[in-house]
Antibody, heavy 122, light 107 residues
Framework: QVTLKESGPALVKPTQTLTLTCTFS??????????VSWIRQPPGKALEWLAR???????FYSTSLKTRLTISKDTSKNQVVLTMTNMDPVDTATYYC??????????????WGQGTLVTVSS | DIQLTQSPSFLSASVGDRVTITCRAS??????LAWYQQKPGKAPKLLIY???TLQSGVPSRFSGSGSGTEFTLTISSLQPEDFATYYC?????????FGQGTKLEIK
């Protein structure tokens, strides 16, 4: 059974750097084809994809947030870490990690972690 | 970037109704579309991928169709547990985007 769980601070101050960890089980990110993404959702709003990391350490970022995001993995710990710099109140959201399936342009997110709510406020 | 526009944004229906949600892409995406269901306070759940392939374990009352720029999600007979928000999602040039969501409410 594949499971993912997000962890990190519930509250960060404006201008601070957010670090979130996705701890997963049921698969290995060292296995060919495996990928994990981060997605966020502001309260009452739609989903927004942030970043993706692949088994071979390829990384992809949202064009609009690229300069603020860094994604990395620790295969030995079954973890994916996302950092987002210069946090602002508009970054208040529930942050999800999700395993990805499919390939060659046809990809989807399944399953998802339960999400972690991050509030940006002074 | 490719934009996905869902319609309607809100839908009121009754148990037993047949409902259809549309997702339009700003340019052709072949069949590279997925649908998710999200209930309040919960993570999204994959329903359909490749526009029309039902994810394992998803009830057969859910179906998807379309290709190119227009896609539909149909629920053939609404059940109480189907009242939720639905999102479409696509990938293009390593940028994933979601529709704005369709909230399905009980009439």
């Amino acid at each position: 059974q594949v499971t993912l769980k997000e962890s990190g601070p519930a509250l960060v101050k404006p201008t601070q750097t957010l670090t979130l960890t996705c701890t997963f089980s049921g698969f290995s990110l060292s296995t060919s084809g495996m990928r994990v993404s981060w997605i966020r959702q502001p309260p009452g709003k739609a989903l927004e994809w942030l970043a993706r990391i692949d088994w071979d350490d390829d990384k992809f970022y949202s064009t609009s947030l690229k300069t603020r995001l860094t994604i990395s993995k620790d295969t030995s710990k079954n973890q994916v870490v996302l950092t987002m710099t210069n946090m602002d109140p508009v970054d208040t959201a529930t942050y999800y990690c999700a395993r990805m399936s499919g390939g060659s342009g046809l990809e989807w997110f399944d399953p998802w972690g339960q999400g972690t709510l991050v509030t940006v406020s002074s | 970037d490719i934009q996905l526009t869902q319609s309607p944004s809100f839908l009121s229906a009754s148990v037993g109704d047949r409902v259809t949600i549309t997702c339009r892409a700003s340019q052709g995406i072949s069949s590279y579309l997925a649908w998710y269901q999200q209930k309040p306070g919960k993570a999204p759940k994959l329903l359909i991928y490749a526009a029309s392939t039902l994810q394992s374990g998803v009830p057969s009352r859910f179906s998807g169709s379309g290709s190119g720029t227009e896609f539909t999600l149909t629920i053939s007979s609404l059940q109480p547990e189907d009242f939720a928000t639905y999102y479409c999602q696509q990938l293009n040039s390593y940028q994933y985007s979601f529709g704005q969501g369709t909230k399905l409410e009980i009439k």
